[in-house]
């Protein structure tokens, strides 16, 4: 099972993009898919995550401004930001986790990981 995340880019302060997270393979159910974002010399730091049944939650710095979303027909999440600053800069990746189709095993994936650039 591959996660591929796309949508990545350069904007200015203030602009919007729209990142996609999507699962492709065979045999999987997608559980919670989340997304994280690495600073340059900074930790990678939860940014927001939803629940199969579309819970959802934001770290405190995007909320109001960015939107996870999730199409489960398509195995494929969402991650809106609206109102970027120089500061959401970073590398996004996504991370899911999964069960097996019999629900006999479980695991969790990384994407590679897509570049935002805010400019001020």
């Known amino acids: 099972v591959q996660l591929v995340e796309s949508g990545g880019g350069l904007v200015q302060a203030g602009g919007s993009l729209t990142l996609s997270c999507a699962a492709s393979?065979?045999?999987?159910?997608?559980?919670?898919v989340g997304w994280y974002r690495q600073a340059p010399g900074k930790q990678r730091e939860f940014v927001a995550e939803?629940?199969?049944?579309?819970?959802?939650t934001y770290t405190d710095s995007v909320k109001g401004r960015f939107t996870i979303s999730r199409d489960n027909a398509k195995n494929t999440a969402y991650l809106q930001m609206t109102s970027l600053k120089p500061e959401d800069t970073g590398v996004y990746y996504c991370?899911?986790?999964?069960?097996?189709?019999?629900?006999?095993?479980?695991?969790?994936?990384w994407g590679q990981g897509t570049q935002v650039t805010v400019s001020s």
């Open positions: 991370n899911a986790d999964f069960y097996g189709s019999d629900y006999s095993s479980a695991w969790r994936s």
């Open positions: 939803v629940t199969t049944g579309a819970e959802t």
């Open positions: 393979g065979s045999h999987f159910i997608l559980n919670t």
